[in-house]
């Protein structure tokens, strides 16, 4: 069996808005790792620091304190221009409101992307994983809720990143286009190999996560490994 090798390192997070009597922190040192090719669901109320985790890891925010490693590179610790070439090489983001840019094509808005890379996927290719080759001509606001988010998730896969960051990647769809969603995260889990972190506060999305960790109140109650996920498709809520 293949040694896991950790790909995320977090140790002694903090994070905090405001000062004096408006102070809110909102991370109170967080400790978690997560292996590469993991997927790795994290749930909380709304409140609980969720997506400022994931904001922190992505480089779009800075730390109060703590480590933030990611493939061995600590993030606290670069300069601005340092953190953009981190984002460009290592990340891609998936959102809960899709952010495609209306007057571009389905296929233009992954292209867009695809230039920041050094090494980034075949469009066509991607386009055809996707099931979207037959709507690459088309803008946005003609097809659905569940195309915009898959050319959301192929903007962001496109770059061939190591990292992909879904900031609740189903809130805004209904149950039947969720699990779809989610079933192409486990295929793209498998087919590119590259780790994801799914914040959400859908509970039953966790039974397909590797690694499943619970925030509240800015702190980990929960950091569990599930040695036998779900399959996306036989997942119910």
Known sequence: ?????????????????????ARLT????????IN????CV??????SGKSTFLNLIG????ADGGSIMVD???????????????RRRELGFVFQFYNLVPDLTIKENIEVTAHLSKNPL??????????LYEHRNKFPRQVSGGQQQRCAIGRALVKNPGLLLCDEPTGALDYKTSKEILQLMEDVNRTYGCTIIIVTHNAAIARMANRVLRLRDGRIVEDELNE??????????
Do not use: F
Request: aromatic fraction near 6%; include cysteine; charged fraction near 25%.
């Open 1 to 21: 069996m293949a040694t896991k090798q950790t790909y995320v390192q977090v140790k002694g997070l903090k994070k905090h808005y405001g000062d004096g009597d």
């Open 26 to 33: 909102v991370l109170d040192g967080i400790d978690t790792s």
């Open 36 to 39: 590469r090719g993991e997927i």
């Open 42 to 47: 994290m749930l909380g109320p709304s409140g």
């Open 59 to 62: 480089g779009l925010e800075d």
């Open 72 to 86: 061995g590179c600590d993030l606290t610790v670069l300069k601005p221009t340092d953190l953009g070439k981190y």
């Open 122 to 131: 075949n469009v066509d290719d991607l386009l055809r994983s996707l099931g």
């Open 228 to 237: 036998s996920p779900v399959a996306a498709a036989e997942l119910d809520w």
